[in-house]
T-cell receptor, first 116, second 115 residues
Framework: EAQVTQNPRYLITVTGKKLTVTCSQN?????MSWYRQDPGLGLRQIYY???????DKGDVPEGYKVSRKEKRNFPLILESPSPNQTSLYFC???????????????FGSGTRLTVV | AQSVTQLDSQVPVFEEAPVELRCNYS??????LFWYVQYPNQGLQLLLK??????LVKGINGFEAEFNKSQTSFHLRKPSVHISDTAEYFC?????????????FGQGTILTVHP
């Protein structure tokens, strides 16, 4: 089944303890992206990647890191989490602008992160 | 820079009534537009998209949207809603070319369908 898989689904951590949220897609998609969702603010893009080793900042990149060493994986790293990073996080992938593409993004099921 | 404004944060409607969820965007170049739906405790699902061509776009679950370039709008409509349409709806915009990866969402509209 074509899908984007995020892990973990739920995570409670303490301020300052480094964590990684994993994201993997099995559709050979070029584009991958991370979003955070907060009530009343919709989804805000953190980082996106156009291909292996090619990433760029979204609208709210502060406090986050990403890497794209393989096409299928796009982990989100919080080096020193703070309470204001408590949020619902989504990973998404897209084939992009290639012919035959549906041009939309496929989203994972989300990771609910709480930083205390 | 691109941005999206969803004009209504909440839309209550009765079952079988028509509904319109409004979306306006701003961009200085040509755009691609999307509507996504999020059911409670789930991820986002693509409803429909406008890439080019016909300005009236049909999507899944009986939804459609009309792209209006002069008014920079992409409103979502359904002629008769069902209880199962209760969800949060997001409008999103991106540009083509090397900027495709930067997808900007609106704040969301919660559609509540009452029996």
């Amino acid at each position: 089944e074509a899908q984007v898989t995020q892990n973990p689904r739920y995570l409670i951590t303490v301020t300052g303890k480094k964590l990684t949220v994993t994201c993997s897609q099995n559709m050979n998609h070029e584009y991958m992206s991370w979003y955070r969702q907060d009530p009343g603010l919709g989804l805000r893009q953190i980082y996106y990647s156009m291909n292996v080793e090619v990433t760029d900042k979204g609208d709210v990149p502060e406090g986050y890191k990403v890497s794209r060493k393989e096409k299928r994986n796009f982990p989100l790293i919080l080096e020193s989490p703070s309470p204001n990073q408590t949020s619902l996080y989504f990973c998404a992938s897209s084939l992009g602008k290639g012919s035959g593409s549906n041009y939309g993004y496929t989203f994972g099921s989300g990771t609910r992160l709480t930083v205390v | 820079a691109q941005s999206v404004t969803q004009l209504d944060s909440q839309v209550p409607v009765f079952e079988e009534a028509p509904v319109e969820l409004r979306c306006n965007y701003s961009s200085s170049v040509s755009v691609y537009l999307f509507w996504y739906v999020q059911y409670p405790n789930q991820g986002l699902q693509l409803l429909l998209k406008y890439l080019s061509g016909s300005t009236l776009v049909k999507g899944i679950n009986g939804f459609e949207a009309e792209f209006n370039k002069s008014q920079t709008s992409f409103h979502l409509r359904k002629p008769s809603v069902h209880i199962s349409d209760t969800a949060e709806y997001f409008c999103a915009v991106t540009r083509g070319g090397t900027s495709y990866g930067k997808l900007t969402f609106g704040q969301g509209t919660i559609l509540t369908v009452h029996p």
